[in-house]
């Protein structure tokens, strides 16, 4: 009986886009913090692997020099905020328009009929 012997790459390691090898995040491990903070504010704090903070300082080389490292990350932070937030409404809209296609009578004959 042959064994296949060749390496294989754990399932949570994809290939990224330059052809290198990138864990994927796994949220389960991610260690974030969120405190309140007085006057309303909040602070949240991300702890990265080794390969999570060279991918992090790998992507903020993008950053336009106009603005600073902070207004940047802040940007990222509020721009994948709102795309979250579009995403759920979008879903949310969908299923409401689903349940009044399902909750609409029909009209037989003048009369109206519920359908299940």
Known sequence: MDL???PQE???VIEGNFGNKVEKANLETAKIKVEDRSRGRMKITVKLN???AVAFRNF???KPVEITEEMFWKQCFMVGC???SNNLR???EAERAR???EETPEIVDGKE???D
């Open 99 to 101: 349940q009044a296609a």
């Open 50 to 52: 080794a390969e999570e």
């Open 113 to 115: 009929i519920l359908t």
């Open 90 to 92: 979008s879903l949310v």
């Open 10 to 12: 754990p399932a949570n």
């Open 4 to 6: 296949d012997t060749t």
């Open 82 to 84: 709102n795309t979250l």
């Open 60 to 62: 903020s080389q993008i």
